[in-house]
C-alpha cells in the first residue's frame, strides 16, 4: 500500500500571507494527485488534481506542483474562507490519503 | 446542480448490518465510476470502495474486503453500501463521491451521512 505522509499537521496564519502543504508518497505516483479542501461541517470539495491541475471554479490562489514521491499546495494571498482542512490524495494505486492540514487565521 | 445526497446511516450494533443509499441527479450518473469513501470523527480520510459505470466491476481496500458490498442501479441514479458484521472501527460519515471515466480523483462529493457502531 501506497502511504502518504502529509505536514504539518496544522498551520496557523494571517490574512495575505502564503501558505505551502506538504506531501511525500511512499514511492513513486507519477503525479497522480489531487488535493482536497474541507471545511468545517462539509465534505471534501476537489481543488487540485494530476498535481498541478486547478479544478474548475478553484481561484487561481491555489497551485499545486511536485513529482515523483514529493508535492505541495500553496494558497497565496491568504483569505477568510480558506480556513478548513486540506487533504492529498494519491491515485496510482487505489486510493489513499494523506492525514489532513488543519489551516486557522493567526 | 450536481447533487450526490446519501442515507441510510443511524446507530446499529456490532455484528449487524447496515446499507447506505445514494441518491444521485444533475448529471448522466451511468457515465460515472462511483465511490464510497469514509471519515471517523476528527480522522482524516479512507477509501471503501469503487464500482464501474456498469456495476460489474468493483473494488474494496482489506479493511472492509468480504464485508462491504457496493453496488448501483442505474435506473434509479442510485448507489448502494452494504454492510455487514460491523465493527467499532466502522464508525464514521461516509460519503459517496463521483469519479468520471478515465479520471481517478474524486470530482464531487455529498454530504455524507453518519454511522455509529455501538453497543
Redesign the interface.
Known sequence: DIQMTQSPASLSASLGETVTIECRASEDIYS?L?W?QQKPG?????LI??ANSL?DGVPSRFSGSGSGTQYSLKINSLQSEDVASY?C?Q?NN???????TKLELK | EVQLVESGGGLVQPGRSLKLSCAASGFTFSNYYMAW?RQAPKK????VATISTSGSRT?Y?DSVKGRFTISRDNAKSSLYLQMNSLKSEDTATY?CARRELG??????????TMVTVSS
Open positions: 497522480n489531487a482536497y462539509n465534505s471534501p470539495q476537489l488534481y494530476d479544478a487533504f490524495q491515485y487505489y486510493y489513499t490519503f494523506g492525514a489532513g | 469513501v482524516g480520510l479512507e477509501w473494488y481496500p460519503y479520471y481517478w480523483y474524486f470530482d464531487f462529493w455529498g454530504p455524507g
